[in-house]
């Protein structure tokens, strides 16, 4: 197992139908939550809070999409949680957003907690125990730290004795010891020295007093609620999860809510797969030994020849990566790769040679922590060893397998792996577990449908029910296409291009508020931008684009304080962006958001549908499309009071097949049809 929780849950300890009697009446009209919270009823709320106590009752799988105004997390907590504390079984809350996981911990549990203290019947429930689980890697090990204060001449070179300094001085005001807290972040090679990311960091050498990983881990232990986030949870999973088949996820005897589960199975797509670069090897060797500094484990613990050994490999590392750069990337920066033998294994030998340096050095030492950490990185450099092996003999034949350029400069080679179908992962870490697991999202469904995500996520067992959400689409919302815009072909770029700067320039100028324009392609967001920003600018309309300083979270807190500005994002804004109000009065879509099936992974997925007779754009492209353009379309209405405007600026909505399925997907029937001609009469913004 993980190693973090040891005690098998108990057994129920009061009647299980209490938590489904407790939900009803909580959820009810005139119910719990609207007498002591002032809360709305709402029955979508209702029909999603009775039908998560019924699947933890049952301990059943349920997919479940609940709408946005839903209020799904309440839906979803208030029943966790009391069937966590009667049954003495701890909940895994697992979501995508940052944003999401703070307001289930700083808005969403403390209305639970007040619920529970407010109602007689709830009082048990109060004292409710909930924490957020970070990677082990995350926190400062004081006592790795002090060991690596003590060794620093050997470990670290003059400027890394500074860097280490630094760090060392943060860990005397730290309260939480979270490497997010030190400003700037740490160089990753000296933190990887100090964190608790080792087996020197046990029980059995540091205490839940005096270390941070040890203390979070004993609050994991006590917790009723444990949140997560999707990159963790399938990173556990992956790791290892439970093992010796007992029942549960990550804990045993748990069971899961998965939120935002629209993007559960790229996630999971990624965790289940294997990666190495040049850099993760380059890192992992000048850990035991840099020849550049003389600096590293085996500086005073190992032989000439220790050393040199992890020269040799330092050298047929190069040779490795710069080998495959130069047949495989030269013109492009990912490449599959379909065939084994691509590349000689040059690197596995010298790295099995460090492996069997580490045991044997290892194996000279007394119990203590340096045993440890050579354990460690000799399991390191075996794992990296066998991921080579794997990636070159191609032995995950469910896999696709390619090889891209990553880091800021694209100097780093990596190779990479990914399943074609990640149903069968799914199905076995998550919902053939024995214990309930409930995945929610506000899109979940295409054209109304569950099954195509079901089917995708592995959990064919699971049952299905949607919430539609309660605002008043009709009322609050415009959604207008531009049916006079090109559509897209090489004949017609720079006519759609300058088509779609016109449209932009138009839309932002009619809604006072803030807009939002979404984009497919970087070309069309930098040809905008440059053609509009000006214009913007004058108008007094602050201006934000995608790919410049400012990162995502901060480009969009920006933009919800300006109150009029105007954004423009691809890939990432489709989703998870909040800014409810005038903040954000318009959403412009540019282009449908089909995905070219130019990387790896979509395009072995397509081979493979393909290759059982089946359509790939039908079962593969299109359902992908649906949800995004959902989700995309989903940014404009955060709360009942929000009014706007939702242009799309793709004419082929209606003039393709496919568009009927697009047109479906809105939250309201009603559309309007507009021309450069007729835009300026027809155009009107939904007024308080």
């Known amino acids: 197992m993980i190693g973090i929780r040891e005690d098998p849950g108990g057994g129920l300890a009061s009647d299980p139908l209490v938590c489904a009697n407790h939900t009803a009446r909580a959820f009810a009209e005139g119910g719990w939550l609207q007498a002591h919270l002032g809360l709305e009823h709402r029955p979508q709320q209702e029909a999603m809070g009775l039908a998560v106590a019924g699947a933890l009752l049952d301990d059943a799988p349920l997919l479940f999409e609940a709408g946005t105004g839903v209020g799904k997390s309440l839906a979803y907590l208030i029943p966790g949680i009391m069937h966590a504390v009667d049954s003495e079984r701890p909940m895994i809350v697992s979501t995508h957003t940052i944003a999401l996981q703070d307001q289930i911990e700083h808005k969403d549990l403390p209305l639970c907690r007040q619920l529970f203290a407010s109602v007689g019947a709830l009082a048990r429930y109060a004292d409710f125990r909930a924490t957020v689980l970070v990677g082990k890697g995350n926190y400062i090990c004081r006592q790795r730290l002090a060991r690596a204060l003590a060794s620093k001449t050997d470990l670290f070179g003059g400027p890394d004795q500074s860097e280490l300094m630094r760090i060392a001085a943060w860990c005397q005001q730290t309260t939480t010891g979270l490497v997010q807290e030190l400003t700037p972040p740490p160089r990753p090679d000296i933190w990887e020295m100090v964190n608790a990311d080792s087996s020197s960091c046990s029980r059995r050498n540091c205490s839940a007093e005096t270390c941070f990983y040890q203390a979070a881990r004993a609050r994991i232990r006590r917790s009723q609620v444990v949140i ?15 093992k010796g088949g007992a029942r549960g996820v990550l804990l045993p005897d748990d069971f899961v809510v998965i939120d935002e589960a629209h993007t559960m199975p790229d996630i999971a797509t990624d965790y289940f797969g294997l990666q190495v ?26 032989t000439d020849r220790d050393r040199q050994r992890i020269v040799d490999a330092l050298d047929a590392s190069v040779l490795f990566f710069d080998f495959i750069a130069d047949k495989l990337l030269q013109k492009s920066s990912v490449t599959r790769v379909r065939e084994p033998g691509f590349a000689e294994p040059l690197l596995l030998a010298p790295l099995r040679r460090v492996a069997d340096t580490l045991d044997r050095v290892a194996g000279s030492l007394d119990e203590g922590w340096m045993k440890d950490d050579l354990k460690d990185n000799k399991t390191r450099i075996s794992t990296i060893h066998d991921n080579i092996r794997a990636f070159l003999d191609m032995t995950h034949e469910d896999h696709v397998h390619w090889v891209e350029r990553t880091g800021r400069r694209g100097t780093t080679i990596a190779l990479r792996t990914a399943p074609i179908d990640v149903a069968p992962y799914l199905r076995d870490s998550l919902f053939e577990r024995e214990v309930a697991v409930i995945c929610t999202s506000a899109t979940l469904a295409v054209a109304g449908r569950i099954e195509p995500f079901q089917q995708r996520a ?14 008043d689409f009709e009322r609050n919302m ?4 531009a049916a006079d815009m090109p559509l897209p072909s090489r004949e017609n770029a720079e006519l759609a291009v300058d088509a779609l700067i016109d449209w932009i320039r138009f839309c932002v100028e009619r809604v006072p508020g803030g807009t939002l324009v979404l984009f497919t392609s970087y070309r069309d967001l930098n040809r905008a931008a440059t053609a509009l920003e000006d214009t913007f600018t004058a108008a007094g309309r602050p201006f934000f684009a995608q790919g410049r300083d400012l990162p995502r979270t901060e480009m969009t807190e920006r933009f919800r304080a300006a109150g009029n500005g105007v954004l423009f994002g691809t890939d990432s804004f489709w989703t998870g962006v909040d800014v409810p109000g005038s903040a954000l009065s318009q959403v412009i879509i540019t282009r449908l958001p089909f995905e070219v099936p130019t990387h790896p992974i979509p395009e072995a997925r397509a081979e493979w549908i393909r290759s059982r007779g089946r359509n790939p754009f039908a079962e593969l492209n299109l359902p992908d499309a649906l949800v995004k353009f959902r989700q995309g379309v989903g940014r404009l209405i955060r709360k009942r009071t929000d009014r706007g405007v939702v242009t799309v600026l793709d004419s082929r909505i209606l003039h393709k097949s496919y568009g009927r399925q697009f047109l479906a997907c809105l939250p309201t029937r009603r559309y309007a049809r507009l021309t450069r001609a007729t835009r300026a009469e027809a155009f009107v913004v939904p007024e308080d």
Do not use: Q
Request: aromatic share 8%; with cysteine.
């Open 228 to 242: 997560v986030n999707h990159a963790l949870l399938f990173s556990l999973i992956n790791a290892g999860g439970l």
């Open 277 to 302: 670069s040049s850099y993760s090897v380059d890192r992992a060797l000048k850990a035991l030994f840099n020849p550049a500094r003389r600096t590293g484990l085996l500086k005073s613990l190992g």
């Open 458 to 471: 592995g959990a064919t067992s699971a049952r299905c029910e949607i919430a539609a959400s309660p605002f």
């Open 478 to 481: 415009r959604v207008y296409i």
